[in-house]
């Protein structure tokens, strides 16, 4: 057992050290043992982490993992670096749903799904990380495409945009489809 505890300390060191969120094949590799014994030191660690009166959390997304803090810890963290938090405007928002579950889609299509200019939104989005350019648009001017972050993931606690609430969308004759399609 002192292995495995050996390889459990290593993977929350790993974790909490990684700038990005790191697959099960990279720490399986890291660490010389199977995907499965990674799968099994991430549950022990969560475990851990649960029953503790503990500020950490095994975060999850796209299936990479990072160490990081509890959504309950956060008016302490704020505290300590003095910032106050930065609220989206209604606008921000409009847009970054808009990307969210249309993406990727360029400025033009958001435009004229608002019925107004995004502009200044768009580039509040991508300032604060939430959204980047993903690519150009194959049609006349190559207008560039947008979509999510993993930031946008992380801000909003989302494993992946598969966790995004399912919407009722409309056909343009305004017959019902199915939901969440």
Not at 38 to 61: A, N, P, Q, W
Not at 137 to 142: A, E, I, M, T
């Amino acid at each position: 057992m002192l292995f495995a505890d050996q390889e459990m300390a290593a993977l929350e060191a790993l974790l909490f050290v990684a700038k990005e969120p790191l697959s099960i094949s990279k720490l399986a590799d890291i660490l010389e043992i199977s995907e499965q014994g990674v799968v099994e030191l991430l549950e022990g660690l969560r475990e851990r982490y649960e029953s503790k009166d503990s500020g950490l959390t095994i975060v999850e997304i796209d299936n990479c993992f990072r160490l990081g803090t509890k959504p309950e810890m956060a008016s302490y963290i704020e505290t300590l670096y003095k910032q106050p938090v930065q609220i989206l405007s209604n606008a921000a928002l409009e847009v970054l749903s808009i990307i969210a579950y249309r993406q990727p889609i360029t400025r033009g299509e958001i435009d004229f799904i608002r019925g107004v200019q995004s502009d200044r939104s768009l580039a509040t989005l991508v300032e604060r990380g939430l959204v980047q350019e993903v690519g150009r648009k194959d049609s006349p001017g190559r207008p560039i495409l947008y979509g999510t972050t993993e930031h946008f993931l992380l801000h909003f606690g989302l494993k992946s945009l598969d966790e995004l609430p399912k919407l009722d969308i409309y056909q343009e004759d305004g017959e019902e489809m199915k939901k969440g399609s």
